[in-house]
Each structure stands twice: as structure tokens, then as C-alpha cells.
């Protein structure tokens, strides 16, 4: 089957438009859940906050905390905001499929369930009561786990009814997020990325076939959803000037080095950005990343890695005092660590 070729240009263009980063949707419940498509991560506190900031107009510090949206450990068991009505997606989706990796999660959740009952208590609360460590997070692939994490404390856990939606089902729905807002991808790409097996993902690709198309990317063969192509031949825009990124936003959340030399093809660029530590936040701006950030208090430090014309600087510092930080009792302060 011929496939259709990709240049890098179009791969970005179509992640900014499909994320809502070209020009911010308008505020609202729609836009909420289209920004968490495929799952906002929020381990560092509050990113879930500030990736939603970035695509949709409006948001607030408590945006967050929106009746649409609902906390899990997700793909990786990191922390990620999700569509409510998706939780099952981001949960079940995820559940083993060999038998043994399956129990282990049953019997977690048993029993932390019958621990839990209607109570909510917080993970180590949880993991001492029962002489588990992090291993109580095998319990969230069940989708009888709920968190809430602010960001300063340990996570507060609940249990809830266990959805009715089959693994198997789940997952096909959960590659299509992924293919949709990190497409092009590859089986094996969305077993990394959502933490199951490189088998469970293949089986759930075989199962898309008829849906999907076959590219070549920069990277080799992949594939997008067909329904995708039409977005994906339109015309590049770069609408927004400048948005500031948190860590682990989905624009750059990849976990393999030719995906990340995709995005960003310098070298040394990419290791003041994908760090050994925690990663900074990503710079975007005129739709390319071109910077990192890091904020303390309210003092925010851009590091570009080339120098910005004076229209970007106004641009990425109205975009730092925008931002919807709780607590900050002075305006935000703009440090560039670059030429002037």
C-alpha cells in the first residue's frame, strides 16, 4: 500500500492545530475535554492547570478542579486530569493483559476497595494500613481508583464503581486519542506512551486497520487516523505567538530519542530540555519550540535558545502574566537568560 509522505512542517502544524495551541478554543466544557483528549499529565503540580491554560481561553487556578474533570494515575501511572466521562479510557484501558499482571492488579484493587469502603484517605495512609508501597497503584488499570492531588500533599484516594466498558474496548478508543493528538504514531509508540504491552498495543492497532492510514514520516512507516488526513493536509498556521508550556505538556511528551529530535532537531537543545531531572517547561513560539522555562514564586526564567525579536519577548511575557497561578501575591517577573 503506498503512503502518503509527511514533512516534519506538517507533523507540527497538525499537533498544534489538533491541540488547540495555534489559536485558544473558546471557554467551556467542550473545549475542556477536547484539551484533555488524550489525557492532560499533571506530576508536577498543577501542568494539568497550565496545558489547559495554554489551549483554551479563560481558564482560572481552579479550572482544574472543573465538574468535567477528574484526576487518575493514568498511562505510566503518572497523575493526569482527564475527561470525567472518560476516566474508564485512561483506566481500564490500561489493565494487563497476561495473566499475571491482571491478578496483580485485581487483587490489589480488592483490596484496597474492601480497605477504602466509602472512606477517602491518602496514599501512604492507604499503603501503611495495608503494607504496600507504589505498588498500590496497580489497582488504577481496574477503574476502581480515584485520586486527587493538589500538588503540596500526599494524593487522596477513593474508590468507585468499576466501569462496564471492556479492556479491549477501551484501549482501541485510547489509541485513537493517541494517534489524534500525538499522530503519527506506531504500536509500539502508544505502548510507551500509554504503559501497556508492546502485544496489547499491536493487537489494538490490528484491530484499527480499516480506520487507519499508513504515512512515512521523517521517522519511517506510521500511522494516523484516516479521518485525520484532511486536518493534517491543511494549510500550516502559527497563529499564537507564544505560549509557555509545563512540564510534560503532551506538544513534547515523548519518551523516545528520534521522537524528540522530530520536535527538536539540535542536540544540545534537546538535553536542556528533556533533562535527566525533572524537565523544564517548553517555549513555544511562532510554532516551534524555541526555549525552556522554570518558575519560582513569581519569578518566571525563560532561557531562549536563540535570539527573539522584540515582538516575541512582549509576546511570551504577556503570556507569563496570564498565567493562572494560585497564591502569588506580586506580579509575575520575567527573567530572560538570554542575549537581549
Known amino acids: ?154 494524593p487522596v484516594v477513593w474508590a468507585v464503581d468499576r466501569p462496564k466498558i471492556e479492556p479491549a474496548d477501551a484501549r482501541a478508543e485510547l489509541a485513537r486519542r493517541y494517534l489524534h493528538v500525538f499522530g503519527p504514531g506506531t504500536a509500539d509508540g502508544f505502548a510507551r506512551w500509554a504503559g501497556i504491552s508492546r502485544r496489547a498495543a499491536a493487537d489494538t492497532f490490528a484491530s484499527l486497520e480499516a480506520s487507519l492510514l499508513p504515512v512515512r514520516s521523517p521517522l519511517g512507516d506510521e500511522w494516523l487516523l484516516a479521518a485525520d488526513e484532511p486536518e493534517l493536509r491543511a494549510a500550516e498556521t502559527a497563529d499564537a505567538p507564544a505560549r509557555l508550556l509545563p512540564s510534560g505538556d503532551a506538544f513534547f511528551l515523548f519518551l523516545r530519542a528520534e521522537e524528540r529530535a522530530l520536535i527538536v532537531p539540535q542536540q544540545d537543545r534537546r538535553e536542556r530540555l528533556w533533562t535527566s531531572r525533572v524537565w523544564p517547561g517548553a517555549l513555544l513560539v511562532e510554532g516551534e519550540l524555541r526555549g525552556t522555562w522554570r518558575r519560582a514564586q513569581h519569578v518566571v526564567r525563560v532561557e531562549a535558545w536563540s535570539r527573539l525579536s522584540g515582538t516575541a519577548r512582549e509576546a511570551v511575557e504577556a503570556e507569563a502574566a496570564a498565567l493562572p497561578l494560585p497564591g502569588l501575591e506580586r506580579p509575575v517577573e520575567v527573567v530572560w537568560e538570554t542575549p537581549a
Open 1 to 154: 500500500m503506498s503512503r502518503l509522505r509527511l514533512t516534519r512542517q506538517q507533523i507540527l502544524a497538525f499537533r498544534r492545530r489538533v491541540g488547540g495551541l495555534d489559536e485558544r478554543l473558546p471557554q467551556g466544557v467542550t473545549s475542556l475535554r477536547r484539551a484533555a483528549w488524550a489525557g492532560l499529565q499533571d506530576s508536577m503540580p498543577r501542568a494539568a492547570l497550565l496545558s489547559l491554560h495554554a489551549r483554551v481561553e479563560g481558564v482560572e487556578p481552579s479550572t482544574w478542579e472543573h465538574p468535567s474533570l477528574v484526576q487518575l494515575w493514568g498511562p505510566r501511572y503518572q497523575v493526569y486530569v482527564v475527561p470525567k466521562r472518560d476516566f474508564a479510557l485512561f483506566s481500564v484501558a490500561r489493565l494487563p493483559e497476561d495473566e499475571r499482571g491482571r491478578r496483580r492488579a485485581e487483587e490489589m484493587a480488592e483490596r484496597l476497595v474492601a480497605h477504602l469502603s466509602r472512606e477517602r484517605m491518602t496514599d501512604r495512609e492507604l499503603g501503611t494500613a495495608l503494607r504496600v508501597g507504589n505498588e498500590l497503584r496497580y489497582a488504577a488499570t481496574t477503574g476502581t481508583l480515584a485520586i486527587r492531588w493538589g500538588g503540596a500533599r500526599a
